[in-house]
T-cell receptor, first 118, second 112 residues
Framework: AQTVTQSQPEMSVQEAETVTLSCTYD???????LFWYKQPPSRQMILVIR??????QNATENRFSVNFQKAAKSFSLKISDSQLGDAAMYFC???????????????FGKGITLSVRP | DAGVTQSPTHLIKTRGQQVTLRCSPK?????VSWYQQALGQGPQFIFQ???????QRGNFPDRFSGHQFPNYSSELNVNALLLGDSALYLC???????????FGQGTRLTVV
């Protein structure tokens, strides 16, 4: 079974600074998808960024980028130019591909609470 | 375009009762998944419905059951509620064979 570990329960960053959130995972599969989700107090999970394991290039979405180290099974999220609206819980998630192409389940880590200091 | 909508937003039930939660997927989506998120934890997969059939199931007891209707909306039913069932229940919809799931705002269930 796949597992996702987020060992930092909380982090804090100064507005406009850069912060990196860590995530490790365990799997025996060679192809899979990794995600970072943001959950603000409104409770709705919002997709921040995704990475396909077969792609060597790290994904980037505006101020958000990942450092994907497949051999080390590490998938960290870097937030640049942090904004007050970035304050939320962030979850790392794993999804294995299904041979039929079906949309399989997400396995989440425990999450990290990010606070942004003005 | 309405996203994923869940109802109700909050619910209080007594131990032993039964509860039904509802989810309307994003327009065009045919797959619905349900997750349980305990306080301070990550979501745990309950089950997934596609074409009105349960396609995958997580490690949850049979007290948890579901249904998907022809319009792709879905219900989650929990029987014989326990205090430990208190959690945020999230619904996620997706298009089969796509990589992205869209989540609703969840239903906060409190069992007293």
């Amino acid at each position: 079974a796949q597992t996702v570990t987020q060992s930092q329960p909380e982090m804090s960053v100064q507005e406009a600074e850069t912060v990196t959130l860590s995530c490790t995972y365990d799997t025996s599969e060679s192809d899979y998808y990794l995600f970072w989700y943001k959950q603000p107090p409104s409770r709705q999970m919002i997709l921040v960024i995704r990475q396909e394991a077969y792609k060597q290039q790290n994904a980037t979405e505006n101020r958000f980028s990942v450092n994907f180290q497949k051999a080390a099974k590490s998938f960290s999220l870097k937030i640049s130019d942090s904004q007050l609206g970035d304050a939320a819980m962030y979850f790392c998630a794993y999804r294995s591909p299904d041979s039929t192409g079906a949309n399989s389940k997400l396995t989440f880590g425990k999450g990290i609470t990010l606070s942004v200091r003005p | 375009d309405a996203g994923v909508t869940q109802s109700p937003t909050h619910l209080i039930k007594t131990r032993g009762q039964q509860v039904t939660l509802r989810c309307s997927p994003k327009s065009g989506h045919d797959t619905v998944s349900w997750y349980q998120q305990a306080l301070g934890q990550g979501p745990q997969f309950i089950f997934q419905y596609y074409e009105e059939e349960e396609r995958q199931r997580g490690n949850f007891p049979d007290r948890f059951s579901g249904h998907q209707f022809p319009n792709y909306s879905s219900e989650l039913n929990v029987n014989a509620l326990l205090l430990g069932d208190s959690a945020l229940y999230l619904c996620a919809s997706s298009l089969d064979r796509s990589t992205e799931a869209f989540f609703g705002q969840g239903t906060r269930l409190t069992v007293v």
